[in-house]
């Protein structure tokens, strides 16, 4: 299992921002693509944001594009997701998924993720 820990989030007013970072801290992990994910109370686990292993092709989801950017150190074996102009309807667990370093194409699908964080929770209060 390779951890991967979360930071950033917390509460914030509508139209703040905020930058999550996630951390693979397996000492021989490389991973592959990576990505976010988030899941509101009562709703299913969806796509946010995905980068590619190079970093150079990144995907986004409708409701956040415009308003985050996401992007990567590999020397750090860290990806971070800056959001912007947040809204209420923000408010969840961002989860951070990284791929094994075979799979290093954009995707936003969660099945190519085998390592998942443990979330932190974002609050945009109106």
């Known amino acids: 299992q390779v951890p991967l820990v979360e930071s950033g989030g917390g509460l914030v007013q509508a139209g703040g921002s905020l930058r999550l970072s996630c951390v693979a801290s397996?000492?021989?992990?490389?991973?592959?693509?990576m990505a976010w994910f988030r899941q509101a109370p009562g709703k299913e686990r969806e796509f946010v944001a995905a980068i590619s292993r190079s970093g150079r092709n990144t995907d986004y989801a409708d409701s956040l594009m415009g308003r985050s950017t996401i992007s990567r150190d590999n020397a750090k074996n860290t990806v971070y997701l800056q959001m912007n102009s947040l809204k209420p309807e923000d408010t969840a667990v961002y989860y951070c998924?990284?791929?094994?370093?075979?799979?290093?194409?954009?995707?936003?699908?969660?099945?190519?993720?085998?390592?998942w964080g443990q979330g932190t929770q974002v609050t945009v209060s109106s």
């Open positions: 998924a990284s791929a094994s370093s075979l799979y290093r194409a954009v995707s936003s699908s969660a099945l190519v993720y085998a390592y």
């Open positions: 397996g000492r021989t992990f490389s991973p592959g693509a």
